[in-house]
């Protein structure tokens, strides 16, 4: 068992910059994946980030590339979302979630083992 708890969400202008992480613990000595997606309200939840378990390789939705960095601290079991140029569009409760199949960068939400509880991204003027 892994839990995962997200933490630095809140409100920000259009442009400015946050930074949300995700805190495992529990069976962090296992290899897993970690991902980040996000829900609007009345939408799907959609794929952001996802990083392998090494922290060696990266892959971003089309809609945050060139604004988001996904990263992870494996001493501190914690991964992080640098999200910059934020605009209206990133609004949603973002969570970050694990995939015990660690070899793969997944999209899909339901391959996803464990998911935190959520934190709020409201981005507006």
């Known amino acids: 068992q892994v839990q995962l708890v997200e933490s630095g969400g809140g409100l920000v202008m259009p442009g400015d910059s946050l930074r949300v992480s995700c805190a495992a613990s529990g069976r962090t000595d296992e290899r897993y994946t970690t991902g980040w997606f996000r829900q609007a309200p009345g939408k799907e939840r959609e794929f952001v980030s996802a990083i392998d378990w090494r922290g060696f390789t990266t892959k971003n939705a089309d809609s945050v590339k060139g604004r988001f960095t996904i990263s992870r601290d494996n001493a501190k079991n914690t991964v992080y979302l640098q999200m910059n140029s934020l605009k209206s569009e990133d609004t949603g409760v973002y969570y970050c979630?694990?995939?015990?199949?660690?070899?793969?960068?997944?999209?899909?939400?339901?391959?996803?083992?464990?998911w935190g509880q959520g934190t709020q991204v409201t981005v507006s003027s």
């Open positions: 979630a694990a995939d015990t199949t660690w070899y793969r960068l997944s999209e899909i939400a339901s391959d996803y083992d464990y």
